[in-house]
């Protein structure tokens, strides 16, 4: 039986999701479900774990609280096991527990994995949880309202389109006070870049707009953004288990890309947008991999570099780590290109232990903290080895290039008092580059 | 009851009718669920797809390799026992020269056997390790919560066979008895290979292939 946690947390969304839920939708939803669960890669790996708890110390979750409940095999044994032993005949309580689990003590960053002799994969297991969840209607109020959004305006967070345009104008403009003829192209065919950013960027951090079309302009860099739905290339539907949503705004966001004839995507510092480009959303829609080039901004800014075509003037001097995000790192191997970058830009890099594919995740990521603010609070709690890994480094700056790991890390930083700055490598780049006196602003 | 599991009887069946029994169900068993999950799982669109060679045998290679991997170095104790364990499971049955006489009795053919003291050895490992794991399955409290009857019961098979194997070796109390125990624990093994999760013998290949795979081609990360 699932055991309950030291957090009580009530969430609106999974409570109106459960008192609406009718007998004959859960039964129906769970006889399917139990069906999916007997066959596959599902029932090979049922038959394969034998339970050895190897997983354990590869979460973080388990590693902060030490307790069993939270381990990746502690959470399969409350969901699906107990979906299998029970036949799916399961209580609302039960989906109630389940949803937590699945949504607010898993971020589906696959650490475990690594770490499971079997290499059974665990994460694609509680987002299978999730993919129930949805089908039920119980799902935390916070990201299904993100999901929403998704399926109605093609972004995550109820951005209209003037409002976007709007937003990028206003950014222009912010730009246009440093460096002289600034502009960002709209629309232009046949860039060499479409770049894509997440709904939370116009939202709430516009200025990283600026700053990463700043880089490229100095660059040199033949880039647009698309005016028209595309430009966001986030994906919480994924997330939520909603893969219908999740394809729709895949495709929508190839098809800028094909309509404007750009040679490459290139996306904002964000992991599970990349996620859903290279692991999910591909899938989703029937495709073994993305259709037109998309590489990280990680990618783009290890280019730049290695060319020589940003030069970088001054190194950071602060002790600066690095938080390797589990979906650019563990999931597509971009550490490498990521720690070139941090060699060329500061003097003094500090690597935190375990780092690349092995790093810890930020407990916000997989959607989590798109879960909301009332479950901020448990999902800080659920990271202290995380602070302890920034805490060892003694490092003055955190260098986060995730939105999600960004505001986790955040939380965390001012929790547990860390003491330290978190940002974005656009914004350290920025620092250190050289601007051509040709392109500066003379007052 | 003694007299039953000492006598001639049991051993002319257990030896006979019932050792092909064990290993038809054990071989068509093994093979019905492999097919049947090869079907299902190149129905799934996105499994096979992904599935690469090259990164799922350099992933097994370090999975079999002692301390080979981040997790085998954080528990060296588990992975000193795992690896010895299955590696003694694994050949001690099959290289045994007792073994080996049996079927050169039965069919005439025989292969390498490996000495008797040696194969002793490993015996002890296999019960120790058995105790090992039971240990970890009653005080670690992660494996604990995880753990249910059947974990039990897939432990006290290769416990007792093994145990029973290596009395009866050494003639110890009631030969007869601890034979015919020794065999019906092993046949029992062999069924149970495919109808419970010792069917992690051959599904092994499978899953730690596939998420090497996954991580080697899509995340392009190694994943020990």
Known sequence: ??????????????????????????????????????????????????????????????????????????????????????????????????????????????????????????????????????????????????????????????VKEDEWIDTVFWQEDEGQAEIKNFYIPFDKEGADVMFSVIGPEPKFKPQLIQEVATLMYIAGIDFTFPSFDGWDNSDMAMYVGDFETCERIKRAHFEAAMKLKVKRIVMCECGHAFRSVYDVGNR??????????????????????????????????????LHDPCNVVRGRGLGKYARYIMEQICENFIEMTPNNEHNFCCAAGGGVINCGPIWRGKRVAGNSVKADQIKRTGAKIVVTPCHNCHSGIADIIETYKLGVKNVFLVELLLQVVEIPDELKVEY | MFELLGSDLLYKFLRGPMCWVAFILFFVGSIYKIIRYTKELSQEKVVFVYVKPQYALKSYFHWFLPFGTRNWRLHPYMNLFTFLFHISLIFV?????????????????????????????????VIISCIFFLGRRIFIKEVSYVTYLSDYFILAIVFFTFLTGFLAYHQVYTYKIFLNLHILFGEIMLISIPFTRLFHIWSFFFTRGYIASEFGYVRKVKDW
């Open chain 1, 284 to 321: 989703c829609l029937g495709w073994k991999a993305h259709p037109i080039p998309v590489i990280h901004a990680i990618q783009l800014y290890y280019e730049l570099l290695k060319s020589g075509r940003l030069k970088v003037v001054k190194k950071i001097k602060e002790p600066v780590t």
């Open chain 1, 1 to 158: 039986m699932a055991e309950a946690t030291q957090f009580n947390i009530v969430d609106p969304g999974i409570e109106e999701g459960l008192e609406k839920l009718t007998e004959e939708r859960k039964n129906e939803v769970l006889s399917k479900f139990v069906a999916t669960l007997k066959k596959g890669r599902f029932d090979v790996y049922v038959n394969t774990c034998i339970h050895c708890g190897l997983c354990s110390d590869a979460c973080h979750w388990y590693q902060s609280f030490k307790d069993p409940i939270y381990s990746p095999v502690g959470k399969v044994k409350q969901t699906i096991w107990e979906i299998l032993r029970r036949d799916g005949k399961v209580d609302k309580d039960f989906i109630r527990r389940a949803a937590e689990i699945a949504f607010t003590e898993c971020n589906l960053c696959k650490r475990c994995s690594m770490y499971c002799p079997f290499g059974i994969d665990i994460g694609y297991m509680m987002n299978m949880v999730r993919r129930l969840c949805h089908l039920l209607g119980v799902v935390p109020l916070y990201i299904q309202d993100t999901c929403n959004s998704h399926a109605v305006t093609m972004n995550q967070m109820w």
């Open chain 2, 93 to 125: 049955p099959i290289f045994l020269s007792a073994h080996n006489l049996l079927i050169y009795e039965s069919w005439g053919i025989s292969w390498w056997t490996i000495p008797d003291k040696l194969a002793d050895i490993a015996t002890i490992i």
